[in-house]
Each structure stands twice: as structure tokens, then as C-alpha cells.
T-cell receptor
């Protein structure tokens, strides 16, 4: 499945604690994305990266930060988790060539109590 | 920004019948329209896509049509099978400078009844 993994796959945490989710790719793709998936909302973009140390906000970025220190890793951090951040988080990767397809990771189910 | 609406939210069909899912988009700059299938507990996976310079594309039992003037596109699945049961997402995408800005619809849960 396109050489993209996420860790952890499941996490339960408490309100106010910091949480970091990791996305790792072996495809050397330039672009990486973080989405959240919630019932009735489809997939919504949180942040994306267009290169090492190059990131930008998506439509639902409040409460989240990201970092990309290496091509293969894209980290999503919830500085102080809230119950509204309970969701399934998907990482995706995409190349910069003519193919516009995004490949998704297996997802991380996060529960904030 | 872009807004993608998808209908219906749920769809039940008998095995062997056809299923049609419809989407509309708002941004005329969108130029790439992928469709994803997501089985329960799994990741979304691309099943077919269409670019804005094409009106129709077919791959075995699935086809997608695009009407740029009306800003709508549809997924057609013929001869449905139980393994087609899943949630299907449409999306509209533009690429301002390389990165893909993708806006997803809210999904259609398809149930194929044996």
C-alpha cells in the first residue's frame, strides 16, 4: 500500500495532554498531508507539507502543528488535546509529477477523554 | 473555497443492479476529480479519477462522468456485487503550484444486498 505507515494506530489520551502522530513514507514523495475524518464531514485537510521544513495550514488547522525534518517523516502534534479532536487521522502522500493521486496511510484512531 | 456536495448519503441496491452517486463542486478552477472507496476500518483507496479535459472514463464495471458546465460529476457502478459495499467519497482538486488541494464530499455508504 504505497509504502506509507502511521504510528500509533490507536491511542487513548486525556484532555490537556500533548499527542504526536507520525507518518512515515518510503516513496520519496514531495508532498505529505494530514487529514481528519469525522462522520458527516468526509476528510478535511489539517496541514500539508511541500518539502523538508516547508508546511502550510489546511482548512481545520486550529489546535494542530506539524513538522517535517526529513522527506520521509511528517509529524502531527496536538499541543493540548481536546475532546473535539477525537477522530480518525489519515496521512497521505503525493508526488509532484503529472499524476495527481494521493495515497493514504492506514489511519490513526485517536480518542481524547 | 471549494465546496463539494455528495448525494445520496446512503444507497442500498440489489446485487446485479446499478448504483449512481452524484457530486457537485463550486470552484471552476478544480481540474481533477478522484473517487475513493473506503471499506470499514480501512484507508480510502482510489478507484477511478477523471481530469477536467475528459468527459467520461470507464474501468470495467465503474465509470465516471464529468459535466464542467454544470459543475457536477457522477460515479456509476454496474452489475454491483457484495464486495462493492463500502463508503465512496468524491473529491475535487486543484493544484496551485504543485500541491494538491483536495476537497472531499461527505461520503455515500453503499450497501449491496445479495
Amino acid at each position: 500500500d504505497a509504502g506509507i505507515t502511521q504510528s500509533p494506530r490507536h491511542k487513548v489520551t486525556e484532555t490537556g495532554t500533548p499527542v504526536t502522530l507520525r507518518c512515515h513514507q518510503t516513496e520519496n514523495h514531495r508532498y505529505m498531508y494530514w487529514y481528519r475524518q469525522d462522520p458527516g464531514h468526509g476528510l478535511r485537510l489539517i496541514h500539508y507539507s511541500y518539502g523538508v521544513k516547508d508546511t502550510d495550514k489546511g482548512e481545520v488547522s486550529d489546535g494542530y502543528s506539524v513538522s517535517r525534518s526529513k522527506t520521509e517523516d511528517f509529524l502531527l502534534t496536538l499541543e493540548s488535546a481536546t475532546s473535539s479532536q477525537t477522530s480518525v487521522y489519515f496521512c497521505a502522500i503525493g508526488s509532484s509529477g503529472g499524476n495527481n493521486e494521493q495515497f493514504f496511510g492506514p489511519g490513526t484512531r485517536l480518542t481524547v477523554l | 473555497g471549494e465546496n463539494v456536495e455528495q448525494h445520496p448519503s446512503t444507497l442500498s441496491v440489489q446485487e446485479g443492479d446499478s448504483a449512481v452517486i452524484k457530486c457537485t463542486y463550486s470552484d471552476s478552477a478544480s481540474n481533477y476529480f478522484p473517487w475513493y472507496k473506503q471499506e470499514l476500518g480501512k484507508r480510502p483507496q482510489l478507484i477511478i479519477d477523471i481530469r477536467s479535459n475528459v468527459g467520461e472514463k470507464k474501468d470495467q464495471r465503474i465509470a465516471v462522468t464529468l459535466n464542467k458546465t454544470a459543475k457536477h460529476f457522477s460515479l456509476h457502478i454496474t452489475e454491483t456485487q457484495p464486495e462493492d459495499s463500502a463508503v465512496y467519497f468524491c473529491a475535487a482538486s486543484i493544484n496551485p503550484g504543485g500541491y494538491q488541494k483536495v476537497t472531499f464530499g461527505t461520503g455515500t455508504k453503499l450497501q449491496v444486498i445479495p
